[in-house]
């Protein structure tokens, strides 16, 4: 049965870095596009960064870009996200999930179940 489960979350001062990771079990990600979204409490998820099957194209979304990196290990079936710089508004539970398709996702449908992120100030 595939998983996906996150890690590295935790509580931390602004200013602050984290890495979280995202081991993926029951099915190699090699193929797929992979990604992190975050939910914040009251507002809805939003996509954070996306990484293609060989990582030679990334997204990070802007209200993040120049703080936050995404990357993979395909050989440890992993994904990771850098976030530097914390700020308080980056405070939500993350998520990791694959996509159904190695480039171009049209659907999410496998996710993990998230790991917290609290950011003080």
């Known amino acids: 049965q595939e998983q996906l489960v996150e890690s590295g979350g935790g509580l931390v001062q602004a200013g602050d870095s984290l890495r979280l990771s995202c081991a993926a079990s029951?099915?190699?990600?090699?193929?797929?596009?992979m990604g992190w979204f975050r939910q914040a409490p009251g507002l809805a998820r939003e996509l954070v960064a996306t990484i293609n099957w060989d990582a030679s194209n990334t997204y990070v979304a802007e209200i993040v870009k120049g703080r936050f990196t995404i990357s993979r290990d395909n050989a440890k079936n992993m994904v990771y996200l850098q976030m530097n710089s914390l700020k308080q508004e980056d405070t939500a539970v993350y998520y990791c999930?694959?996509?159904?398709?190695?480039?171009?996702?049209?659907?999410?449908?496998?996710w993990g179940r998230g790991t917290q992120v609290t950011v003080f100030s």
């Open positions: 029951g099915r190699t990600i090699d193929n797929y596009l």
């Open positions: 999930a694959r996509s159904d398709d190695s480039t171009y996702a049209t659907a999410w449908p496998s």
